[in-house]
């Protein structure tokens, strides 16, 4: 009996030690399938706004290095023309732009798909003195919103990218607070 009993202990020992050996396993192949599919996104998105602007934007972890803009605060906005709490920012960012000048620069997205030609009517109506890009070409950078980020479409959403490139913040949706006081409360993180 006592020779029965312990194979039986080393039989159900054997099993879960394999049993264990295969989780491992599986768990190091999701990992590693995660890797992979993270990699595959690019490291460089390339934007033209609807104003002419060629905008190349580097990212990596925590960073958004924007060629030409090194030197500069900017606001990486997502946005859309149909969203009352986007409009209502617009005015801000305006003026935002004027008081600051070449330290300060914003680059927004319109990710509700409008043609170029209300985007161009918008961008009378409002003085917009910044590049917007037409949002429905650029499906690879909300991906990369998404899997770096955990962005789930909200708009409007800022991103507060230092000079150098540091992502400072990254706001979702409408705020009680002014872009310049989100301005502040980011430079004073750093």
Request: charged fraction near 25%; proline fraction near 2%.
């Amino acid at each position: 009996m006592n020779k029965n009993k312990i194979l039986i202990v080393m039989f159900l020992l054997m099993t879960i030690g394999f049993l264990l050996y295969l989780l491992n396993q599986s768990e190091s192949h999701i990992q590693n399938a995660k890797e992979k599919a993270v990699s595959t996104l690019p490291s460089t998105f390339l934007f033209n706004s609807i104003q002419g602007d060629s905008i190349e934007i580097q990212v990596a972890d925590k960073e958004f290095k924007i060629k030409g803009r090194e030197n500069k605060i900017v606001f990486l906005k997502v946005f859309g023309w149909d969203c009352k709490f986007c409009k209502k920012e617009i005015p801000e960012l305006v003026k935002l732009k004027k008081k600051l000048g070449d330290s300060f620069d914003v680059i927004a997205i319109e990710a509700q798909q409008h043609s170029r030609e209300e985007s161009l009517m918008e961008i009378k109506k409002y003085s917009i003195n910044y590049p917007i890009i037409a949002g429905e070409e650029h499906k690879s950078f909300y991906t990369y919103l998404q899997e770096k980020y955990g962005w789930t479409g909200i708009i409007p959403l800022t991103i507060v990218v230092a000079k150098g490139g540091e992502v400072l913040a990254f706001e979702l949706g409408a705020k009680s607070y002014s872009l310049s006081e989100l301005m502040q409360a980011s430079l004073l993180k750093k």
